[in-house]
């Protein structure tokens, strides 16, 4: 099994609607977890933390359940700028072992 | 606006060079990550410094490649000899480490051709 498992896409959704990736990892003492996000030929850059109590930065949500060890990100109202592949990223290990998931395809069609 | 800067941006070489790619982290970081990206196998972790120190190269082939941080603003990643299985983005990543909020800032990459 990978440490970072995300569903690949890609998700093609209209304009305006809402989308929500999951992401599982499976080591339970994974210490602290990302969104990126990475546009076409383009490096990775934060999109947000994921925090325990969950958290929110405009349209975008992202949650933690480590009792089923996965994070997840919901955009609502999606734009076209949405389009991008979003990974997810957890820390664990003595010294921050990062690892990070192949990535989920979104694609905001009009 | 601070960055990572990478250099070159892109490498075409012939199977059996040496390719060496190099990575000025932003001031002040203390961690800096070597990572390869292909379609296939997304993002791996190759090589990982904290302090100039490197902490883990488990992802990297041992043979062929090696990474070095020689002062604080550079790290090198080099590949010899290199081969068409190479090929790939490199990224380089710098952060501050505070513990579990390691964010890493990600430079533009240098697209590898191994031909």
């Known amino acids: 099994r990978k440490e970072v498992e995300q569903d690949p896409g890609p998700f093609n959704v209209p304009e305006g609607a809402t989308v929500a990736f999951n992401c599982t990892y499976s080591n339970s003492a994974s210490q602290s977890f990302f969104w990126y996000r990475q546009d076409c030929r383009k490096e990775p850059k934060l999109l947000m933390s994921?925090?325990?109590s969950g958290n929110e930065d405009g349209r975008f949500t992202a949650q933690l359940n480590r009792a089923s060890q996965y994070i997840s990100l919901l955009i609502r109202d999606s734009k076209l700028s949405d389009s991008a592949t979003y990974l997810c990223?957890?820390?664990?290990?003595?010294?921050?072992?990062?690892?990070f998931g192949t990535g989920t395809k979104l694609q905001v069609i009009p | 606006d601070a960055r990572v800067t990478q250099t070159p941006r892109h490498k075409v070489t012939e199977m059996g060079q040496e390719v060496t790619m190099r990575c000025q982290p932003i001031?002040?970081?203390?961690?800096v990550f070597w990572y390869r990206q292909t379609m296939m196998q997304g993002l791996e972790l190759l090589a990982y410094f904290r302090n100039r120190a490197p902490l883990d190269d488990s992802g990297m082939p041992k043979d062929r490649f090696s990474a070095e941080m020689p002062d604080a603003t550079l790290a090198t990643l080099k590949i010899q000899p290199s081969e068409p299985r190479d090929s790939a983005v490199y990224f380089c990543?710098?952060?501050?480490?505070?513990?579990?909020?390691?964010?890493?800032?990600f430079g533009a990459g240098t697209r590898l051709s191994v031909l």
């Open positions: 990223v957890v820390k664990s290990g003595g010294y921050q072992k990062v690892t």
């Open positions: 001031l002040g970081h203390n961690t």
């Open positions: 994921v925090y325990s």
């Open positions: 990543a710098s952060g501050f480490d505070q513990g579990v909020k390691n964010i890493q800032y």
